[in-house]
């Protein structure tokens, strides 16, 4: 076993590392207060290539492997989790199902202008009525001669906004249920689709969070990702892998918190000393400290798993996720109470990572989710 | 256009470096090397005068083999191919001096850019030694550079102002922090770099024997900063600094 980063995986650590704290760092409270995610940063990581880190070379992408795009999230979100997901939506949940599930020609006309960070990509799965019950989607896709045609709503859609691609699941065969879902690729630009509405939310403020709408919404027949009735099984794929996204976007926004409230602890003197001197300032951080290190490497193992082309890494990547989660909400709510009333203003840092920790827990399968599919994985073996 | 640019690998300037407990060295255990940043101004410049008239860039750097990584990072940033100096043991600034000149007399290049110094040590020596045994001319601290047929023009930042220099190269050039903005490494660039030419040769391949003419006695970290005071008036603030500073 190896726990050390290769040369490439360091060199790509202190790339995002300088371009997070040089770049992003400056404009993260300015972007958290106007809820608006500034495009010189996307076309940034676009020029680095953060947009297409693990996608192949040959379709504009790193060419690296999922543990470097893992890196790349935490270190973003370390200073911005708005930035970790819109990265790690884009690659995790638009351009990964089309590199895996895609045909040639829907990888060269789709994936490369995403890898290459021309345009940004969503995944619309999410439904009113179909939440933790992913499979109940409303939204239909009708086959018309030689094109497919989508009604429907999809809600809290990741990269809605922004997004050129959207990959859609909906229902091509109501009877048949589960197995009646597909996966449809969807340019932005098509006819009856509509961006309907930005979220307003408590944290993650920056990054776009939108309801999207289909009216008669036209597609060609050949944008059909994957196989007719193939739709929620690349669903639950893609989730495993976004996993890894936001498992690494919580180790991120935890360890910013470490780092704020380190740096806090040092200079905060009381009692006619540095705070850091006390045991329950110590402890805080030693506790902090163990639970990232631990998420981090459930995260980096279920990266490893993908990347040594392991097909069964989803209790992996939801363990990754449920425990990195619950020590990012941990992690923050402990930095705000190193920094006291300092932590709850919007002067410090600490209040924004705590507000972005929460959705953590949410999206992308709730903990209880997780839960779920860790426990029929453990019934199972 | 031939560029030399020497670099060197340096613990992370944003991390506190801790003494060995016998004052030898400094812990190197978990401490983060990156390349010296000014010698990032260097690859940069060169780089960047490489891409509009077309050259090759080469990084030189002195040391074991952990020093690939950093020529790899250096790679990354857009030189063409690196030099791998192992040597067993850390050599002062004439010492590498005397490397350098020696890679120097192999690959003839037109131009040597530097970093103005290395942010570990401080020196601010090897790249005006290496000038200095090599009869070549020398502009350091350059923050614009100009490059026009056989002839350099450096303007560099003196104390109270500038001063406009002319070398004929080849010639060594050290650059100072405002004379650019490096880039990233994007992850392209950090692929192509895994590919590139590092060769790895010793001093008795260059045909020298370096020496070292300084030799470390030990480290020792400056003693901590004592707690400021408060005065209550200005005649209490003379009385310490006469009595108690003894700076008056």
Redesign the interface.
């Known amino acids: 076993m190896d726990f050390e980063l290769d040369d490439i995986q360091k060199m790509v650590r202190d790339t995002a590392r300088k371009f997070a704290r040089e770049e992003v760092a400056p404009h993260a409270a300015a972007m958290d207060k106007s809820g608006k995610f500034r495009p010189e940063i996307t076309a940034q990581m676009a020029e680095l290539g953060f947009l297409g880190a693990a996608m192949p070379e040959e379709y504009g992408g790193g060419g690296m492997d999922y543990r470097c795009y893992a890196i790349i999230v935490e270190e973003l979100s370390a200073v911005c989790a708005s930035t970790g997901v819109v990265v790690s939506a884009h690659s995790s949940l638009c351009c990964d199902p089309i590199y895996r599930f895609g045909t040639e020609e829907q990888k060269r006309r789709y994936l490369t202008p995403l890898a290459s960070g021309q345009m940004l990509g969503c995944l619309g799965l999410t439904e009113s009525q179909a939440g933790s019950d992913a499979s109940n989607q409303k939204t239909t896709a009708v086959r018309d001669g030689k094109e497919w045609v989508l009604n429907g709503s999809k809600i809290f859609i990741t990269n809605g906004g922004p997004a050129g691609v959207a990959v859609v699941i909906a229902a091509t065969d109501k009877a048949a249920g589960v197995k009646g879902l597909s996966a449809f690729i969807v340019s932005a630009d098509t006819p009856g689709y509509k961006v309907a509405k930005e979220e307003h939310k408590l944290g993650i403020r920056a990054s776009s969070t939108a309801e999207l709408v289909f009216e008669d919404c036209r597609i060609p027949a050949e944008n059909l990702l994957g196989g007719l009735g193939e739709g929620f099984k690349i669903a639950l794929a893609t989730l495993d892998g976004g996993r890894i996204g936001i498992a690494s976007q919580a180790v991120g926004i935890a360890r910013g918190a470490l780092e704020h409230a380190t740096a806090y602890a040092k200079e905060r003197i009381q009692f006619g000393q540095s705070i850091s001197n006390f045991q329950a300032i110590q402890w805080k951080l030693a506790d902090m400290a163990t639970e990232i290190d631990a998420a981090r490497l459930l995260t980096q193992r279920a990266a490893w798993m993908k990347d040594q082309g392991m097909k069964n890494y989803g209790k992996e990547a939801a363990m990754a996720k449920l425990f990195a989660s619950d020590v990012a909400m941990k992690a923050t709510r402990e930095a705000i109470q190193v920094f006291g009333g300092y932590g709850y203003v919007e002067e410090y840092p600490v209040e924004r990572f705590y507000r972005d920790a929460k959705i953590t827990e949410i999206y992308e399968g709730t903990s209880e989710v997780q839960r779920m599919v860790i426990a029929r994985a453990v019934l199972r073996d | 256009m031939k560029i030399m640019v020497p670099v060197r690998r340096v613990p992370n300037p944003d991390v506190k470096v801790r003494l060995k407990k016998d004052g030898t060295g400094i812990e190197t255990e978990g401490v ?1 090397f ?1 390349v010296n940043p000014f010698d990032e101004y260097a690859i940069e410049e060169s780089v960047r005068l490489t891409e509009k008239a077309g050259g090759d860039v080469f990084l030189v750097t002195i040391g074991g083999p952990e020093n ?2 950093t020529l ?2 250096g790679l ?1 940033l857009g030189a063409h191919r690196a030099y791998l100096v192992t040597v067993p043991a850390p050599l002062d600034s004439a010492g590498v001096a005397q490397l350098l000149a020696a890679v120097y007399a192999q690959e003839k290049p037109d131009l040597v850019m530097a970093g103005k110094q290395s942010v570990d040590t401080d020196n601010n020596q090897a790249a005006q030694m290496m000038a200095g045994l090599l009869g070549i001319p020398q502009a350091c601290f350059a923050y614009k550079v100009a490059v026009e047929g056989k002839t350099a023009t450096v303007q560099r930042e003196i104390d109270g102002g500038l001063e406009t220099k002319e070398v004929a190269l080849p010639a060594v050039i050290t650059a100072d922090l405002r004379l650019n903005q490096p880039r ?5 660039a ?2 192509k ?2 590919k590139k030419e590092v060769k790895k040769v010793t001093p008795a391949d260059l045909g020298v024997s370096p020496v070292s003419r300084t030799r470390v006695l030990g480290l020792s970290a400056p003693p901590p900063r004592k707690a400021g005071q408060r005065v209550a008036s200005v005649d209490e603030l003379v009385e310490k600094l006469i009595n108690e500073a003894k700076a008056l």
Do not use: D, F, T, V
């Not at chain 2, 990233?184 to 392209?188: F, G």
């Open positions: 983060n990156l690939e990584e790899r990072a990354a990233y490494a994007s992850l392209p950090i692929m770099a895994k």
